[in-house]
């Protein structure tokens, strides 16, 4: 963690530092070396918050972007469950960066636990992933209803992994733009937004609009437009044939012929 409490307050990790971890009470070391970030550690193995994982250089990038008294908040639950929120912005939004895998059920556990949750997904962990998100969407997407928005078909591994997350789930692949796939994508849409990091920083920390909810009202245009998508496979449309990803084709045709039987 980045955070320990010395005397009660809040103190980033320093050479032979001792502290009290934020979310147990439990005795914390600071570990300041070559290969990861200056962190807290429990002393022993103990892991306080199963959900924790190790901070790479990526994610203390990303908190950094943010106030520190926004940073680590430790969330109680009504039954005394309780975890380390990465960020918890003024509007109550969790942020929640994450690096390695996570499974869809621990996924789901966090959506449940965090109502207002909202994760940034290193895009960059495997190898193919990056290559393979601007494919799907440069091949897919013949729907264009709405600025910048998209519709694709959702295949490979990030969808596989993030498509039927309930949150607002921001792809990060190291580039001015972040991909955000939104909440009503299902197994046969993906609905994908460009949105500059810049941009949803400033959602957040921002004081430009008088809004207190920069980032709920901005996506609210989007819950709208375009409508609820049908748990159906997409129709291929007459009027744009050329340009439809061969895979639509393939799951239509298997589509119809499951109706058929
Ligand atoms: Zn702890």
């Not at 499974?103 to 992933?129: A, H």
């Amino acid at each position: 963690m980045k955070f320990a409490l010395i005397n009660g307050e809040r103190k980033e990790a320093e050479p032979s530092l001792k502290g009290v971890c934020i979310g147990c009470g439990g005795p914390t070391l600071a570990r300041c070396g070559e290969v990861r970030v200056n962190h807290w550690a429990h002393q022993g193995q103990r892991r306080c918050d199963s959900w924790w994982e190790n901070e790479t250089d990526w994610h203390r990038a990303w908190k950094n972007q943010f106030p520190s008294d926004w940073q680590e908040i430790v969330q109680t639950a009504e039954n005394g469950e309780r975890h380390i929120a990465d960020v918890k912005t003024k509007d109550d939004w969790v942020l929640e960066f994450q690096h390695s895998y996570i499974n869809p059920q621990e996924r789901r556990s966090r959506e449940d636990f965090y109502k207002k949750l909202i994760w940034i997904v290193d895009g960059n962990r495997r190898i193919k992933d990056k290559k393979r998100f601007f494919e799907i969407l440069g091949d897919g997407g013949y729907q264009r209803d709405f600025p910048n928005l998209k519709s694709t078909f959702p295949e490979g591994a990030l969808f596989r992994d993030w498509i039927n997350s309930t949150a607002y789930v921001f792809f990060d692949f190291g580039e001015e733009d972040l991909w955000c796939l939104l909440p009503k994508s299902n197994e046969y849409y993906a609905f994908v937004l460009p949105i500059t990091r810049r941009q949803f920083i400033e959602f957040h920390v921002g004081e430009s609009m008088p809004s207190e909810n920069r980032f709920e009202i901005f996506f609210k245009n989007y819950d709208l437009k375009p409508s609820e998508p049908a748990k159906v496979p997409p129709l291929v449309p007459a009027t744009d044939a050329g340009n439809i990803h061969p895979n639509s084709i393939l799951r239509l045709m298997n589509n119809r012929r499951r109706f058929r039987l």
